[in-house]
């Protein structure tokens, strides 16, 4: 069975911080990695796509890495804002990849 | 170039109307894919759709729901006899004709669903 956890569910931090956000999934054959944004009423933004074959994806102040082996990705945030207050999620494609597999979300609050 | 469009952004119903829901996908998309997100869970897959075809509904509830993509027009998302537990945001995405496990997936801004 595809599992994907993201630990914790909810996180608070002060502007200006750097963080880290975790996503464990159990199949180790995943084709990519893709992490989104979810703004609260709203729908999903896609972050950065980390392909099987790559380590790790940067786009400005977010950097997401990738272990197959240890079945974990972790999304890295520089210089944190209030602006990026918002809940993350991590997917991947199932095995037949008709679909994504997504984690419960960690819920970022950056306070002013 | 449009991103995928959902509509209504809103959706009330009440208890035995039916709702329905729509999907364009982005120019050029021809792989349609719709989720559900109950309250405080993740997106879950629902059914998978090619122009036409029905390519995945494994995660599509077995009664009252239904889903098309036809050659022309908007994938709908059809519920029939809505009850209060559909009460949820649906979501859908779309993936370009040529789409394989490494393509990424575009979402659109779902519609919520209440049933009152």
């Known amino acids: 069975k595809q599992e994907v956890t993201q630990i914790p569910a909810a996180l608070s931090v002060p502007e200006g911080e750097n963080l880290v956000l975790n996503c464990s999934f159990t199949d180790s054959a995943i084709y990519n990695l893709q992490w989104f944004r979810q703004d609260p009423g709203k729908g999903l933004t896609s972050l950065l796509l980390?392909?099987?074959?790559?380590r790790e994806q940067t786009s400005g102040r977010l950097n997401a890495s990738l272990d197959k082996s240890s079945g974990r990705s972790t999304l890295y945030i520089a210089a944190s804002q209030p602006g990026d207050s918002a809940t993350y999620l991590c997917a991947h494609p199932g095995g037949g990849a008709n679909n994504l597999f997504f984690g419960t979300g960690t819920r970022l609050t950056v306070i002013p | 170039n449009a991103g995928v469009m959902q509509n209504p952004r809103h959706l009330v119903r009440r208890r035995g109307q039916e709702a329905r829901l729509r999907c364009s996908p982005m120019?050029?998309?021809?792989?349609v894919y719709w989720y559900r997100q109950l309250p405080e869970e993740g997106l879950k897959f629902m059914v998978y759709?090619?122009?036409?075809?029905?390519?995945?509904e494994s995660g599509m509830p077995k009664e009252r729901f239904s889903a098309e993509f036809p050659k022309e027009g908007p994938s709908i998302l059809r519920i029939q006899q809505v009850v209060r537990g559909d009460s949820a945001a649906y979501f859908c995405?779309?993936?370009?004709?040529?789409?394989?496990?490494?393509?990424?997936?575009?979402f659109g801004q779902g519609t919520r669903l209440t049933v009152v």
């Open positions: 120019k050029g998309h021809s792989h």
């Open positions: 759709l090619q122009k036409e075809n029905i390519i995945d």
């Open positions: 980390i392909q099987s074959s790559q």
């Open positions: 995405a779309s993936s370009p004709r040529t789409s394989g496990p490494n393509t990424e997936a575009f």
